[in-house]
């Protein structure tokens, strides 16, 4: 049972209604915008999947009901005013019905001075080259090599990381740190290997480590 004074820290509008931003619990990209009301937020709790209110319907509803593309809550924050939520799920699926991963998949504006960028949009690129090869990529001269010459490239970068790091050679470093990146991702793609197996991987350690630390 959820205890009342969770519920009643949240400041619901005069419909009895508040805004929950949906939020990936790996990449940490903004999936959706959504309403609860007290019965869905307090479903959600209880379930540990978004349960959500229809503005349209009036009527509650889970997310991933119909489609089989639920949203597994891992935390749920309330912003300084009470008044509007975050939620960082896990989700099994897209989290928008035309199927992209994000409600917000369609760019209105970019800053002229400013160049949008994301582990995942550079995924998709590298993984572009490879589905529809482009002549004088780079990208896709490695996937046309293939596995060994990935890997070997891998393995300079990772050479060269490790002569400017001992060097001491922050900018140099962070260069071929990029660098191992890129083909690191390469590698991925080829492997099938997705940003969000790794993100899963770091946030079980993650998880590991501080049960670790609590413990003593």
């Known amino acids: 049972m959820i205890a009342a004074d969770i519920l009643s820290k949240v400041k619901f509008d005069e419909k009895g209604l508040v805004p929950c ?13 959504a309403y609860m009301n007290e019965e869905s937020l307090k ?22 009901e119909t489609s089989g593309n639920f949203q597994h809550v891992v935390e749920m924050r309330l912003d300084c005013d009470g008044d509007s939520l975050v939620a960082e799920v896990i989700k099994d699926g897209p989290a928008c019905h035309t199927g992209n991963e994000s409600c917000f998949y369609r760019t209105l504006f970019v ?19 490879k589905t529809s090869p482009k002549e004088g990529s780079y990208t896709t001269y490695l996937f046309n090599k293939g596995i060994d ?54 946030a079980a350690r993650h998880v590991l480590d501080t049960k670790i630390k609590q413990g003593g």
């Open 111 to 129: 800053g002229k001075d400013m160049k949008p960028f994301s582990i995942e949009g550079l995924y998709e690129l590298i993984k572009g080259r």
């Open 149 to 202: 010459k990935i890997l070997k490239k891998v393995g300079e970068e990772s050479t060269e990381v490790i002569i400017e790091g001992k060097a001491g050679n922050k900018e140099a470093a962070i260069y071929e740190l990029a660098d191992l990146y890129y083909h690191a991702m390469v590698m991925m793609v080829e492997m099938g290997i997705e940003p969000k197996d790794v993100f899963k991987e770091l």
């Open 21 to 33: 931003v949906v939020q990936d619990y790996y990449s940490k990209q903004v999936l959706m915008l």
């Open 43 to 64: 479903a959600t709790l209880e379930k540990g999947v978004t349960c959500l209110y229809s503005r349209s319907r009036k009527t509650l509803w889970t997310k991933g």
